[in-house]
């Protein structure tokens, strides 16, 4: 796809940025984008783009078909959820919602997939098959991604191929990148609860102690990364919260922790995930303690197809010039787009978003976030071409 396509982006660009601000001033968490979703709803009937909503309660699926007649489909994902931080970022359409911010970019990738949306529809007369587009509510934790493909957003039509980008902020404003094989982790959230016997603390042997027990376990986990697995390979134990009594002198009955697997390997991942169990309850076990491990949420990881990343690397190379795509460095992060890579060839391109001016990245999931808004009209080209290029090379 040429570069007309990125002259028509920027000529949408004042639509894009303002969607992408009303967005961001009215953040929603996951499983709650009812105003985000209604914003999508309305922006679609506007254009006359058919669609369905209501899939995993707030998710759209909304489709564009070629007048080429049939063809394959390609879908196109955007997430709509936000993070339960409070901004800080000084912009002026900051949130208006206290704790709520969207610190992911999920607010840029639906305004991006609607501008990419418009780009489509302009141009069905080029293609046969169908372009599906996805919003999704959920991604940070939810698994917004998995509940839409059991609600059918893969099927009728069968979707061939999947494509999403993701905002990122180690890269210049104008830059992207892409590569196959996995580019994010496998991640999970587990909770260890020590179950003791609480007292005086002047008494301790008349208690069994959660916080000694806990902190045990804290240090046995460092071992099954450096001790149990390749060096070469990529994996995180990381334990982010401990949470047990709260005065010096009384031993509370329990210590909750909190933490995360992260792995590229599926095997390796389950086995990390059955070694958090057996290091937990067994050092409880030798303290005297109970532990009970529950594990809340589990993605796999998002592993990209190499013909499509290939794909998505020549088409983005067309469309800015091949010293702006570069390639991918994987990322221990996680994304539930990988659900529909494990149904679908696809993969996901990083949009570079950091001014250049800036002297260091605002990164994501930290309140003072933000991202070059030059990149949102980059964003929509990109994803309109990579669907555009995947149709009509498949109608040739
Ligand atoms: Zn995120
Ligand atoms: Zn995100």
């Known amino acids: 796809m040429s570069s007309d396509l990125l002259d028509s982006a920027k000529k949408i660009e004042p639509r894009i940025v303002n969607t992408r601000r009303t967005i961001h001033s009215h953040p929603e968490m996951g499983y709650q984008e009812e105003q985000t979703s209604t914003l999508v709803q309305a922006r679609l009937r506007e254009l006359g783009i058919p669609f369905r909503s209501g899939l995993a309660k707030t998710g759209v699926v909304a489709q564009i078909k070629g007048e080429l007649g049939d063809g394959p489909c390609v879908l196109l994902r955007a997430d709509m959820d936000a993070l339960p931080i409070e901004e800080a970022s000084g912009v002026p359409f900051s949130s208006e919602v206290p704790g709520v911010m969207h610190a ?22 080029t293609f046969a098959g169908t372009v599906k587009l996805m919003f999704q509510p959920a991604e940070e934790g939810g698994g917004g991604a998995a509940r839409m493909i059991d609600d059918g957003v893969l099927a009728e039509p069968k979707v061939d191929a999947a494509f999403m980008l993701h905002v990122w902020p180690e890269l210049d404003m104008g830059q992207v990148s892409c590569g196959p094989g996995p580019q994010l982790a496998g991640a999970n959230a587990f909770t260890i609860t020590v179950k003791g016997r609480g007292g005086h603390g002047a008494r301790p042997h008349d208690t069994i102690d959660p916080v000694v027990v806990g902190a045990q376990i804290v240090l046995a986990m460092q071992t099954l990364v450096s001790r149990e697995v390749d060096p070469t390979v990529p994996a995180v134990v990381t334990l982010a919260a401990f949470n047990a009594g709260n005065v010096s002198n009384v031993i509370p009955d329990q210590a909750v922790i909190k933490g995360t697997i992260r792995a590229f390997d599926d095997v390796l991942f389950k ?122 090379k498949s109608s040739k």
């Open 104 to 125: 992911c970019g999920h607010d840029a990738h639906t305004a991006m997939l609607l501008g990419a949306a418009e780009l489509i529809l302009d141009r069905k007369s």
């Open 271 to 392: 086995h990390l995930e059955q070694r958090v169990v057996e290091v937990a309850t067994g050092v409880g076990a030798a303290l005297r303690a109970t532990v009970e491990v529950d594990f809340a949420m589990s993605y796999p990881p998002s592993v990209c197809d190499a013909a499509m990343a290939e794909h998505l690397a020549d088409s983005t190379r067309s469309l800015l010039g091949s010293e702006k795509v570069l390639p991918s460095k994987p990322e221990m992060g996680a994304e539930d787009f990988a659900f529909v890579l494990q149904k679908v060839p696809g993969a996901m391109l990083w949009l570079g978003v950091k001014n250049p001016d800036w002297p260091a990245p605002k990164p994501v999931h930290t309140a003072t976030f933000d991202i070059d808004e030059g990149a949102l009209p980059i964003g929509s080209s990109a994803m309109a071409g990579v669907a555009l290029d995947y149709l009509v």
